[in-house]
């Protein structure tokens, strides 16, 4: 899901510049690779660098296929207009995460850098009784605009354009969580259809597309 408006973005992009019709299923990561997993007939597949890694090894994807696309790092967000929490030290965002009522954060692979993080500290079992998990494709934004959650960690991309909350900033660098986010193409593709994949795919690395990867809060890989 943090990819999800890039890569719309950047699907049109490519066809506009000449480039085959793209239909683009967005999904929670987990459930992308399970699917891929299962068989399910797709061309093309946009995950975790290390989940793209594991479909390759389980032969879903093919090895010499895979392109790292965008780097996302995670941010940190309150309800607007809530009082802006210090987040600009490590102490400080450990501080946050004790005083807020309830945290939410990804069920992805920042979620479990976080659950890392939290245990490093020692405040695992202290964040474990006021943690919401976001339920299956509910972004953790929603869930802070709504007021269900007081502090959410996500990836910046899926918070940077969603309405009533306020993004206090990112992680700082100590301790910022990047997730290196790459596509490959799947073995069920068709010739024809992994070939196009091949070609949307290095139209999604080239230098062309770095701007809409800014703007959606992620550098280019």
């Not at 879903?60 to 309800?79: I, Y």
């Not at 007021?147 to 996500?154: D, K, M, P, R, S």
């Not at 994949?197 to 990867?213: G, I, N, P, Q, T």
């Amino acid at each position: 899901m943090a990819t999800r408006q890039v890569l719309a973005d950047l699907a049109v992009a490519f066809t506009e510049r000449g480039g085959a019709a793209v239909a683009i299923e967005s999904v929670g990561g987990v459930d992308a690779a399970r699917r891929v997993l299962a068989g399910e007939a797709f061309d093309v597949v946009f995950l975790a660098a290390d989940a793209i890694d594991k479909l390759i090894a389980a032969g879903r994807v093919l090895a010499d296929s895979k392109v790292d696309l965008v780097h996302s790092g995670v941010a940190v967000a309150v309800r607007a207009g809530a009082p802006r929490l210090d987040i600009g030290s490590e102490a400080a965002v450990c501080a946050a995460v004790q005083t807020a009522r309830s945290v939410s954060y990804s069920t992805g692979p920042s979620g479990v850098a976080l659950a890392k993080l939290f245990a490093r500290w020692g405040i695992a079992d202290t964040v474990a009784d006021k943690l919401v998990t976001p339920p299956p494709g509910v972004p953790v934004g929603s869930l802070v605009a709504s007021g269900a959650v007081e502090l959410g960690f996500q990836q910046f991309s899926e918070l940077v354009n969603l309405g009533g909350i306020d993004v206090l900033g990112p992680l700082p660098a100590e301790i910022q969580i990047t997730t290196t986010f790459s596509a490959g193409v799947c073995t069920s593709a068709a010739p024809a259809q992994a070939a196009a994949v091949r070609e949307m795919l290095a139209f999604m690395a080239s230098a062309d597309a770095a701007d809409a990867k800014r703007r959606q809060g992620m550098d280019p890989a």
